[in-house]
Protein backbone atom coordinates (compact mmCIF):
# COMPACT_ATOMS: atom_id res chain seq x y z
CA UNK A 1 0.00 0.00 0.00
CA UNK A 2 0.63 3.43 -0.54
CA UNK A 3 1.45 5.53 2.73
CA UNK A 4 0.58 8.74 2.57
CA UNK A 5 0.55 9.84 6.51
CA UNK A 6 3.17 8.12 8.68
CA UNK A 7 3.57 9.73 12.02
CA UNK A 8 4.46 9.16 15.76
CA UNK A 9 2.04 10.79 18.01
CA UNK A 10 3.88 11.10 21.48
CA UNK A 11 3.13 10.18 24.70
CA UNK A 12 0.31 12.48 26.08
CA UNK A 13 -0.58 14.14 22.97
CA UNK A 14 -3.16 14.77 20.70
CA UNK A 15 -3.83 14.33 17.03
CA UNK A 16 -6.47 15.40 13.99
CA UNK A 17 -6.16 14.10 10.44
CA UNK A 18 -8.02 12.81 7.41
CA UNK A 19 -9.09 9.54 5.97
CA UNK A 20 -10.78 9.61 2.58
CA UNK A 21 -13.27 7.21 1.89
CA UNK A 22 -11.40 3.67 1.31
CA UNK A 23 -8.12 4.81 2.22
CA UNK A 24 -7.05 2.58 5.36
CA UNK A 25 -5.99 3.84 9.04
CA UNK A 26 -3.75 2.35 11.09
CA UNK A 27 -2.74 2.82 14.49
CA UNK A 28 0.01 1.17 16.64
CA UNK A 29 0.48 0.55 20.54
CA UNK A 30 4.25 0.94 19.49
CA UNK A 31 5.01 -0.28 23.52
CA UNK A 32 2.23 -1.49 24.56
CA UNK A 33 -0.76 -0.64 26.83
CA UNK A 34 -1.35 2.54 25.74
CA UNK A 35 -5.11 4.14 25.37
CA UNK A 36 -5.85 5.53 22.31
CA UNK A 37 -8.88 8.20 22.57
CA UNK A 38 -10.75 8.51 19.20
CA UNK A 39 -13.88 10.52 17.75
CA UNK A 40 -14.39 10.37 14.01
CA UNK A 41 -16.06 13.26 12.19
CA UNK A 42 -17.68 12.78 8.38
CA UNK A 43 -15.86 15.28 6.84
CA UNK A 44 -18.54 17.03 4.72
CA UNK A 45 -20.70 17.36 7.29
CA UNK A 46 -18.99 17.26 11.30
CA UNK A 47 -22.79 17.45 12.84
CA UNK A 48 -22.27 13.61 11.83
CA UNK A 49 -19.91 11.92 14.20
CA UNK A 50 -18.96 8.75 15.67
CA UNK A 51 -21.75 6.95 18.07
CA UNK A 52 -21.29 4.58 20.46
CA UNK A 53 -24.75 3.68 21.36
CA UNK A 54 -25.31 3.15 17.28
CA UNK A 55 -22.23 0.66 17.27
CA UNK A 56 -23.15 -1.17 19.76
CA UNK A 57 -26.93 -1.94 18.80
CA UNK A 58 -25.76 -2.63 15.49
CA UNK A 59 -23.17 -5.28 16.24
CA UNK A 60 -25.12 -6.50 19.08
CA UNK A 61 -21.82 -6.51 20.95
CA UNK A 62 -20.22 -4.31 23.77
CA UNK A 63 -16.27 -5.01 22.32
CA UNK A 64 -15.31 -3.37 19.07
CA UNK A 65 -12.70 -5.79 17.08
CA UNK A 66 -11.77 -7.04 13.64
CA UNK A 67 -15.77 -6.77 11.90
CA UNK A 68 -17.54 -4.34 13.69
CA UNK A 69 -18.63 -1.14 11.66
CA UNK A 70 -18.11 2.05 13.26
CA UNK A 71 -21.25 3.99 12.88
CA UNK A 72 -22.76 7.49 13.10
CA UNK A 73 -25.27 9.36 14.59
CA UNK A 74 -27.30 8.57 11.75
CA UNK A 75 -27.03 4.79 11.95
CA UNK A 76 -24.38 4.83 8.94
CA UNK A 77 -20.82 3.23 8.53
CA UNK A 78 -17.95 5.34 9.12
CA UNK A 79 -15.28 2.88 9.23
CA UNK A 80 -14.92 -0.65 9.14
CA UNK A 81 -12.40 -2.70 11.49
CA UNK A 82 -10.57 -4.93 8.86
CA UNK A 83 -7.14 -5.88 10.94
CA UNK A 84 -7.16 -6.69 15.05
CA UNK A 85 -4.10 -7.77 16.57
CA UNK A 86 -5.43 -6.63 19.81
CA UNK A 87 -8.51 -8.49 19.90
CA UNK A 88 -10.17 -5.86 22.09
CA UNK A 89 -11.39 -2.15 21.59
CA UNK A 90 -13.30 -0.09 24.60
CA UNK A 91 -16.32 2.27 23.54
CA UNK A 92 -18.38 2.31 27.07
CA UNK A 93 -15.31 4.16 29.74
CA UNK A 94 -15.30 7.53 27.44
CA UNK A 95 -12.15 9.83 27.94
CA UNK A 96 -10.58 11.00 31.13
CA UNK A 97 -10.91 14.50 32.08
CA UNK A 98 -10.51 16.75 35.31
CA UNK A 99 -13.74 15.92 36.70
CA UNK A 100 -13.36 12.19 35.93
CA UNK A 101 -9.95 12.51 37.80
CA UNK A 102 -11.38 14.45 40.57
CA UNK A 103 -13.82 11.82 41.10
CA UNK A 104 -12.02 9.24 40.42
CA UNK A 105 -8.83 9.61 42.17
CA UNK A 106 -8.31 12.66 43.95
CA UNK A 107 -9.09 16.64 44.56
CA UNK A 108 -5.58 17.52 43.71
CA UNK A 109 -5.41 15.34 40.91
CA UNK A 110 -8.19 18.02 38.99
CA UNK A 111 -5.35 19.89 37.15
CA UNK A 112 -3.24 17.14 35.42
CA UNK A 113 -3.58 16.61 31.49
CA UNK A 114 -6.21 14.38 30.37
CA UNK A 115 -7.93 13.41 27.31
CA UNK A 116 -10.61 15.91 26.95
CA UNK A 117 -8.07 18.89 27.05
CA UNK A 118 -6.16 16.64 24.52
CA UNK A 119 -9.30 17.43 22.57
CA UNK A 120 -9.95 20.48 22.96
CA UNK A 121 -6.58 21.66 22.37
CA UNK A 122 -6.38 19.55 18.89
CA UNK A 123 -9.77 21.51 17.57
CA UNK A 124 -8.13 24.91 18.84
CA UNK A 125 -4.75 24.25 16.81
CA UNK A 126 -7.40 23.66 13.23
CA UNK A 127 -9.80 25.26 12.17
CA UNK A 128 -12.17 22.52 11.65
CA UNK A 129 -15.20 24.55 13.30
CA UNK A 130 -15.52 22.14 16.25
CA UNK A 131 -15.81 23.20 19.68
CA UNK A 132 -16.33 21.22 23.00
CA UNK A 133 -20.14 20.98 22.42
CA UNK A 134 -18.96 18.39 19.58
CA UNK A 135 -17.29 15.93 21.84
CA UNK A 136 -19.22 12.84 21.88
CA UNK A 137 -18.55 9.50 23.80
CA UNK A 138 -15.24 8.21 22.43
CA UNK A 139 -13.17 5.06 21.45
CA UNK A 140 -10.50 3.90 23.70
CA UNK A 141 -8.72 1.88 21.50
CA UNK A 142 -6.65 -0.80 23.40
CA UNK A 143 -7.68 -0.02 26.44
CA UNK A 144 -9.70 -3.45 28.18
CA UNK A 145 -13.01 -2.08 30.66
CA UNK A 146 -14.35 -5.78 30.80
CA UNK A 147 -18.26 -5.60 31.74
CA UNK A 148 -18.69 -8.37 34.71
CA UNK A 149 -21.84 -11.01 34.26
CA UNK A 150 -23.42 -8.80 36.89
CA UNK A 151 -23.30 -5.63 34.44
CA UNK A 152 -20.25 -3.94 35.81
CA UNK A 153 -17.39 -1.81 34.50
CA UNK A 154 -14.27 -2.57 35.01
CA UNK A 155 -10.95 -0.98 34.17
CA UNK A 156 -8.40 -3.76 34.36
CA UNK A 157 -4.41 -4.04 32.78
CA UNK A 158 -4.23 -4.10 29.56
CA UNK A 159 -4.63 -6.85 26.68
CA UNK A 160 -2.24 -5.08 24.26
CA UNK A 161 1.48 -5.21 23.78
CA UNK A 162 4.37 -3.71 22.10
CA UNK A 163 4.15 -3.75 18.34
CA UNK A 164 0.05 -3.91 17.96
CA UNK A 165 -2.12 -2.41 16.09
CA UNK A 166 -6.07 -2.05 14.68
CA UNK A 167 -6.47 -1.22 11.34
CA UNK A 168 -10.04 0.21 9.59
CA UNK A 169 -11.26 0.96 6.18
CA UNK A 170 -12.70 4.29 6.29
CA UNK A 171 -16.44 4.01 4.19
CA UNK A 172 -16.56 8.09 3.98
CA UNK A 173 -14.44 10.70 3.93
CA UNK A 174 -13.30 11.26 7.86
CA UNK A 175 -11.96 13.36 10.29
CA UNK A 176 -10.11 11.18 12.74
CA UNK A 177 -9.23 13.53 16.30
CA UNK A 178 -7.17 11.59 18.47
CA UNK A 179 -5.97 12.46 22.72
CA UNK A 180 -3.08 9.86 23.17
CA UNK A 181 -3.73 9.26 26.77
CA UNK A 182 -1.77 11.61 29.28
CA UNK A 183 -3.24 9.28 32.18
CA UNK A 184 -1.08 9.12 34.85
CA UNK A 185 -3.40 7.71 37.22
CA UNK A 186 -4.97 4.17 35.73
CA UNK A 187 -3.36 0.99 36.09
CA UNK A 188 -4.53 -0.02 32.45
CA UNK A 189 -1.28 1.90 30.84
CA UNK A 190 0.80 0.90 33.97
CA UNK A 191 1.06 4.70 34.84
CA UNK A 192 3.51 5.61 32.20
CA UNK A 193 1.73 7.05 28.80
CA UNK A 194 3.66 5.71 25.63
CA UNK A 195 4.12 7.06 21.95
CA UNK A 196 1.99 5.65 19.05
CA UNK A 197 2.31 5.68 15.38
CA UNK A 198 -0.56 6.77 12.81
CA UNK A 199 -0.34 5.56 9.57
CA UNK A 200 -2.59 6.78 6.32
CA UNK A 201 -2.58 4.45 3.49
CA UNK A 202 -3.97 4.19 0.23
ZN1 LIG B 1 -7.31 9.75 28.89
Known sequence: MNVLTDEIVAAGEPWLGRVAQGQTFRIVDLEGNQAVDTLFYNAADTSERYSATDTLIAQGAIY???????????????????????????????????????????????????????????????DVGLTKRDLPSNINFFMNVPVTPQGGLTFEDGISAAGRYVQMRAEMDVLVLISNCPQLNNPCNAYNPTPIRVQVCA
Open 64 to 126: LTTGTVLRSNLGRPMLTITEDTCGRHDTLGGACSCESNTVRYAIEKRYMHSCRDNFLAALSRH
